[in-house]
């Protein structure tokens, strides 16, 4: 039962390079979502993908870019990574974003920027 | 807009009753979700309610009422398990969701 899986775990990257962080769910969700949570505070979302084909702004989309490559995969790009993005990022998934149903999440990735 | 408040911190005692409190502003309502956090660890969803009344799912019960815009969790039985965070959380307009900063529990031998 994978769930929902998100690579790489861990990554510490300099101030201005870029990655990408891969998220991949195989429940045949329709919705998918990052969110990234700083120490000692809330997740806050900053892409949403309510549909395959189909993707919006959340409350702090500067900086990051995103892709639902298919169903099963939503990728997360940071172009020029700044230290202000270090942070813990979440991927989830949801049957879909009308029903109510619960999120499901990945485990996280861990980024620290210097 | 839309926000959630949560209190930052509760303590309680194993075998205790604790209620974390959640209170809204939004534009719109489309239910309100809790979730569990241990530390180093994922959100996990716990309960929702749609509709104004209360919910139970085993030790764990939630409570809504939209005319006050307040909701809660309420943990009975209390064991050192159930130390995390605890998160309400709502899809203010149908589509994404907002999560309110979350509830640190301690619970004490």
């Known amino acids: 039962n994978a769930g929902v899986t998100q690579t790489p775990k861990f990554q510490v990257l300099k101030t201005g390079q870029s990655m990408t962080l891969q998220c991949a769910q195989d429940?045949?969700?329709?919705?998918m979502y990052w969110y990234r949570q700083d120490p000692g505070m809330g997740l806050r979302l900053i892409y949403y993908?309510?549909?395959?084909?189909?993707?919006d702004k959340g409350e702090v989309p500067n900086g990051y870019n995103v892709s639902r490559l298919n169903k099963r995969e939503f990728s997360l790009r940071l172009e020029s990574a700044a230290p202000s993005q270090t942070s813990v990022y979440f991927c989830?998934?949801?049957?879909?974003?009308?029903?109510?149903?619960?999120?499901?999440f990945g485990d996280g990735t861990r980024l620290s920027i210097l | 807009g839309q926000s959630l408040e949560q209190p930052s911190e509760v303590t309680a005692v194993e075998g205790a009753i604790v209620q974390i409190n959640c209170t809204y502003q939004?534009?719109?309502?489309?239910?309100l979700s809790w979730y569990q956090q241990h530390d180093g660890g994922a959100p996990t969803f716990l309960s929702y309610?749609?509709?104004?009344g209360l919910e139970e799912t085993g030790r764990f019960s939630s409570f809504l009422s939209r005319s006050d815009s307040y909701g809660y969790l309420l943990l009975q039985e209390l064991q050192m398990k159930d130390s995390a965070s605890y998160f309400c959380?709502?899809?203010?307009?149908?589509?994404?969701?907002?999560f309110g900063p979350g509830t640190r529990l301690s619970v004490l031998p």
């Open positions: 309610n749609a509709l104004d």
């Open positions: 429940m045949n969700h329709n919705s």
């Open positions: 939004t534009s719109g309502f489309y239910g």
């Open positions: 989830a998934s949801c049957v879909d974003s009308y029903s109510n149903q619960p999120q499901h």
């Open positions: 993908s309510a549909s395959e084909g189909t993707t």
């Open positions: 959380a709502h899809p203010p307009s149908g589509q994404n969701f907002v």
